[in-house]
């Protein structure tokens, strides 16, 4: 009696797998015709473009915003920040703009400059905030600020001459293990950057939280320095665990064209979406320099 109840059991569990198994194989085949369709490809990397390009367009439109409004002042953070936003999404348009001819280069390590060269712009970029945040909170503690900035200008010089000794290197031996040292490399790069909004950023929403007076101008830099914490630090924790992944896995390679679901998302959530986001936060415009022969009617 009990084999002839396990008999029927056995059938049915086996034909339970080989559906699953099945479904799975169907879906994996309908994955991989995905990605290696270029109609797929074309979609994923024009939109790619498409977003970075607006996003540039915007952080260009408020830098002449701020230049109408305080032209007599030099390059300020806030003037710097918004260019290399500008230069960093429209680099990244361009490359996506032209995935066909990036993607296919013979010379792998072109490729990779093309690829990884903007992400290190974007560490520049972003890390600019952690400066000024940073000297804000050094001088509302009466610490000095006088080794900040060479601090900043010491550790982006260090980063690009690494970067570029392996990208030199890669160019005469296209070694697997430096390619991999590379991406380790980004990730302790985005480690730096998380860790630099993390304890900063912290810092100083924490001193505001403390500052004794109530006013709406605190509780705007609140929600600003909270924000931008919140999206940075999430940004390059996608960036850290992506290209950690990417690093040992190839199903996860963000240099190759066969991947556009991936690179879609990776770069959307990694880059577009955070610097869209930032700049938003960031709108405000300084306020305008009233003359000294201009005396408003009170």
Avoid at 170 to 187: H, M, Q, T, Y
Avoid at 280 to 288: A, D, I, S, T
């Amino acid at each position: 009696m009990r084999r002839e109840l396990a008999s029927p059991l056995a059938t049915a569990a086996a034909a339970t797998a080989g559906a699953s198994s099945s479904a799975a194989a169907s879906l994996r085949g309908w994955w991989d015709d995905v990605n290696e369709s270029p109609q797929w490809q074309d979609g994923a990397f024009f939109s790619l473009a498409a977003a970075y390009a607006l996003v540039s367009a915007v952080a260009l439109i408020q830098l002449v915003r701020i230049q109408r409004r305080v032209p007599e002042f030099g390059w300020t953070t806030q003037k710097v920040f918004h260019l290399m936003n500008f230069l960093v999404n429209g680099v990244r348009a361009l490359v996506f703009g032209f995935h066909v001819h990036v993607f296919l280069l013979r010379t792998k390590v072109y490729k990779l400059v093309l690829l990884d060269l903007p992400g290190l712009l974007f560490f520049s970029t972003y890390t600019l905030l952690v400066l000024f945040w940073a000297e804000i909170y050094h001088q509302a503690r009466s610490l000095p600020t006088d080794k900040l900035r060479p601090a900043y200008i010491a550790v982006n010089a260090i980063i690009y001459v690494v970067q570029l000794c392996i990208w030199i290197y890669l160019g005469i031996n296209d070694n697997a293990a430096v390619e991999l040292a590379s991406k380790i490399f980004i990730v302790a790069v985005s480690f730096v950057a998380l860790l630099g909004f993390s304890v900063y950023g912290g810092r100083l929403f924490v001193l505001l939280r403390r500052f004794p007076i109530e006013s709406k101008g605190r509780q705007k830099k609140l929600y600003e320095v909270g924000t931008v914490t919140a999206i940075c630090v999430t940004c390059f924790l996608i960036r850290c665990v992506v290209v950690a992944l990417s690093a040992f896995d190839a199903d996860v390679s963000l240099e190759v064209l066969d991947h556009p679901v991936l690179d879609f998302f990776y770069y959307m959530f990694a880059e577009i979406l955070p610097s869209a986001l930032v700049l938003f936060v960031l709108r405000k415009l300084p306020p305008k320099r009233v003359s000294a022969q201009y005396h408003p009617i009170n």
